[in-house]
């Protein structure tokens, strides 16, 4: 029955017109002769470019018949690591003139099934190199990536829109020396820091609406993604931590602080049992963790980290509402934009801190402060000699500082100091 309904799938695709779609930055490559991995949060539009490589295999005389496209979501399959061959099984038997060597194999969501790196690799090793996987689980994937199909993959990072997509969603140039669209590029800016970068929520108009799509992601990342997935057995404690979590966003994680405040409560949960919790969060892409930088990499993995929201949407739409700081609020944004260009961030701590060192592809660091405003004379301050203190330890000649609006060059103890609107930086 498993084989008929595998059938029934393959076939139904291959009837299906593939969905229309705005356009990502990222494009995934053909013919790499690697297993291309998507990994990133759910309804980050993972699916979406798999849909968008099968039209480009479309485009390059590639026939529909040739392309195996299966979700692992599909509640009718349920599959377990032995039931995966039944794919193949299926395909040949509606197919036979088709050899499985000139196939593309999809699969959506493969972490749902225990074991599928074993498979994956056989049919790498001895069936054919197109494979295209994407999943949900940062720690679950890398983890047999890195040892099953060392040497056999690369792998994308998916996040939610970046701005300059959000830009295109909304039908919007990028164009600033034009009055028009720079004022609508100004107004977008401001709905991206409170609604985020969720295909699905852009073009929402209806508020609640919105934040009950937002509320779903997060329910089926919370019960699915990590309590089922990981086997965590005590949800007020692992909702206590993510509402803590959440309500520090941009600040050190303290996990000493929040078992001391569960312990004063009446809570008996061991720090590790915690720990576990806050790593199972970081894997699903709920939060992002941002570590100090410091040379030797042990006291780096060891130092002091900062949990940043997956996306600002989400953390405005979720039960554990965000107070409207926009201060935090821009600082999220700033760091989702980095990651989503997909560049190593750290925050610098010293006898000032300044929110990010830079670690570019050229080996430089760029050294940023993000504040909402300077207007205020303590702030204006604090900020730069922040930055101008993380640009000396790192012997850069120039820092930036990005804010909501304002705009401005200065210096500072022979620091250039260039002030930059965050909806100009991210566009530029």
């Not at 498979?119 to 679950?140: A, E, H, P, Q």
Request: charged share 30%; aromatic share 12%.
């Amino acid at each position: 029955m498993k084989k008929e309904t595998i059938k029934e799938i393959i076939r139904d695709f291959h009837s299906r017109i593939l969905p229309q779609s705005k356009g990502r930055d990222l494009s995934i490559p053909l013919d790499t002769g690697k297993i291309v991995t998507l990994s990133g949060v759910r309804r980050s539009g993972k699916t979406y470019l798999l849909y968008e490589t099968i039209k480009k295999l479309i485009a390059n005389k590639i026939p529909y018949e040739k392309i195996v496209y299966i979700n692992l979501e599909d509640e009718r399959l349920e599959l377990k690591m032995d039931d995966l061959d039944l794919i193949l099984q299926g395909y040949l038997e509606l197919y036979p003139d088709y050899p499985l060597s000139d196939c593309y194999l999809f699969f959506d969501e493969i972490q749902n099934v225990d074991g599928w790196e074993k498979f994956v690799r056989r049919i790498y090793d001895t069936i054919t190199k197109n494979i295209y996987l994407t999943g949900s689980n940062s720690k679950l994937l890398s983890k047999e990536l890195a040892t099953s199909l060392w040497g056999r993959t690369v792998t994308y990072e998916v996040f939610p829109l970046s701005f300059r997509e959000y830009l295109r969603f909304n039908e919007v140039e990028v164009d600033l020396y034009n009055s028009r669209n720079k004022a609508l590029t100004i107004n977008l800016f401001e709905k991206f820091l409170l609604e985020g970068g969720f295909p699905e929520v852009v073009g929402v108009k209806d508020n609640s609406l919105k934040n009950r799509i937002l509320q779903e992601y997060f329910d089926v990342m919370l019960y699915r993604d990590i309590i089922e997935r990981f086997n965590i057995t005590n949800l007020p404690i692992l909702k206590y931590l993510i509402k803590r979590l959440f309500e520090n966003i941009t600040n050190p994680v303290s996990v000493n602080k929040i078992y001391n405040e569960l312990k004063s409560q009446g809570y008996k949960v061991g720090k590790n049992y915690l720990y576990e919790c806050l790593d199972a969060a970081e894997s699903v892409y709920l939060f992002l963790i941002v570590k100090k930088y410091n040379e030797f990499v042990l006291r780096m993995e060891l130092g002091e980290k900062k949990a940043y929201s997956i996306d600002t949407g989400l953390l405005n739409g979720v039960t554990f509402k965000f107070s409207k700081d926009y201060g935090k609020l821009l600082e999220n944004v700033v760091l989702l934009e980095l990651h989503k260009k997909n560049e190593k961030v750290f925050f610098y701590k010293g006898k000032k801190e300044c929110d990010f060192i830079v670690l570019t592809e050229s080996g430089d660091k760029a050294i940023i402060q993000t504040t909402y405003s300077l207007t205020d004379k303590d702030t204006r301050e604090r900020e730069i000699a922040g930055l101008v203190e993380a640009c000396k330890k790192f012997n850069n000649k120039e820092g930036y500082i990005i804010t909501i609006s304002e705009e401005e060059e200065l210096k500072e103890e022979g620091i250039t100091i260039k002030v930059i609107p965050c909806y100009k930086y991210f566009t530029g």
